[in-house]
């Protein structure tokens, strides 16, 4: 193995720049809100706006946190580490 190999297998990959995290949470987000708006329309479609967004939210923050975002930074280390290579 050559040190160039070495060192690149042993330095960390970064934390996403603000432009990298903020096309990751659009990609996370829009899809998920297009899904519950298309599902739960018709049931909060009598409910006044704040309320009906305030349920979006309630329901959306933790599918994009804790569901899609991992899944987005497992795809960036890959990528990264694959572009490495």
């Keep these: 193995m050559s040190a160039t190999t070495t060192a690149t297998r042993t330095t960390p990959i970064p934390p996403p720049t603000k432009h990298q995290l903020a096309l990751m949470i659009w990609i996370a987000v829009f899809p998920t809100l297009a899904v519950l708006n ?9 409910l006044p706006t704040l309320l009906r967004t305030f349920v979006l939210a309630t329901v959306a923050v ?15 280390r890959a990528l990264i580490s694959r572009r490495r290579r």
Excluded at 38 to 46: N, Q, V
């Design 62 to 76: 933790p599918i994009v946190i804790y569901g899609l975002m991992p899944q987005l930074h497992r795809i960036r």
């Design 38 to 46: 298309l599902a739960l329309g018709a049931l909060l479609d009598p």
